[in-house]
């Protein structure tokens, strides 16, 4: 009898044991972008998605769920079994959206809420100005906006998004006055900033790229601390504003308590991808260029990043949306 006991006590020990990274997967996988179809989140899922279909042999169905500046989709994925079938393509504006208020004001650990698994990517973002603007360098931004009261207007596709703190860093460091102008999307902020209806805005450059070409508007500097291979012509904010840094990092991660074999498996599928051609040309459509890390590394790279973005939203006294 004991023998038996014994036996099955294994046997459902066995049951609820995560499954193996030699089982892994035998199944569809689910990916959750947590924002609409057709921005820098959802595409770079769907190169990842394809990447890792190719390469495991079983399908991965990207799915949006949209709200909340991420955080609904976001905290799906938090809640979900963590089993490698769900997973996460996330970004900045996403983990700020379900960092307010997380870690009952301290610090914030993205490992106590998710598994970092590999950063997919991170493209600095383009300060481009309306064409009525009277300015040709972030140098005459600055001048322009001091010699104006009432300061100046900046799009972003929605509050706490990238595009939005990129703003927002930029006035704290520079001390001019910019009021902020969210929209529900980058789409609707570029059109009003091509119609001189707002001044300026911080944008993925491969959405402006060809506006700046013809002329419709203009590119003052790149958010990155160093000249962008994808737009050469356009100096660093930070040659005029010393320590100014801003990229939207985008990256995928999976439910919290996730097995480290599987993780692994995952972190070095894509970062094999990210060795080849057609991977880094997908890249080049979002500006970007790969930046391999191993989870460790990510997770590291997640909470310094949210905590500069939290001081400043708290800085700021900005509300986030999402937040708990």
């Known amino acids: 009898m004991l023998v038996r006991i014994a036996a099955l006590a294994l046997s459902l020990i066995a049951m609820a044991l995560p499954v ?5 997967p035998d199944h569809t996988i689910r990916m959750i972008v947590p924002f609409a179809a057709g921005g820098g989140t959802d595409v770079l899922a769907r190169i990842v998605a394809q990447n890792l279909n190719a390469k495991l042999g079983q399908p991965v169905v990207v799915e949006n769920q949209p709200g909340a500046s991420g955080a609904i989709g976001t905290r799906f994925a938090m809640k ?15 983990l700020m959206a379900v960092s307010a208020g997380a870690d009952g004001g301290g610090p914030f650990d993205v490992n106590k809420y998710l598994t970092p698994i590999v950063i997919g990517a991170a493209p600095p973002y383009l300060l481009v100005a309306s064409p009525t603007l009277p300015v040709k360098t972030t140098a005459d931004l600055i001048r322009y906006a001091k010699e104006k009261p009432d300061g100046l207007t900046f799009g972003s596709s929605g509050v706490g998004a990238a595009s939005h703190l990129s703003g927002l860093l930029f006035a704290s460091q520079t001390g001019i006055k910019m009021l902020h102008v969210p929209y529900k999307g980058t789409g609707p902020a570029v059109t009003d900033l091509l119609g001189g209806r707002i001044d300026v805005m911080f944008a993925p450059g491969p959405v402006v790229q060809q506006f700046v070409a013809s002329g419709q508007l203009k590119a003052l500097g790149v958010t990155d601390t160093r000249r962008s291979k994808f737009y050469p012509d356009v100096p660093p904010v930070s040659e005029t504003v ?14 919290p308590q996730t097995p480290p074999e599987i993780v692994k498996q995952l972190n070095e599928v894509i970062v094999a991808a990210m060795q ?6 997908h890249l080049a459509t979002l500006g970007a260029e790969p930046k391999p890390q191993t989870p460790e590394e990510f997770g590291r790279y997640i909470n310094a990043d949210v905590a500069k973005w939290s001081k400043l939203v708290k800085d700021n006294d900005v509300q986030l949306p999402g937040g708990k």
């Open 20 to 24: 193996s990274a030699a089982d892994y």
């Open 242 to 255: 010393p320590g100014y840094e801003s990229v939207g990092w985008f990256g995928l991660l999976a439910p």
């Open 80 to 94: 979900a079994v963590p089993d490698g079938y769900t997973l996460l393509m996330a970004s900045t504006g996403a």
């Open 276 to 281: 080849t051609k057609e991977f880094r040309d």
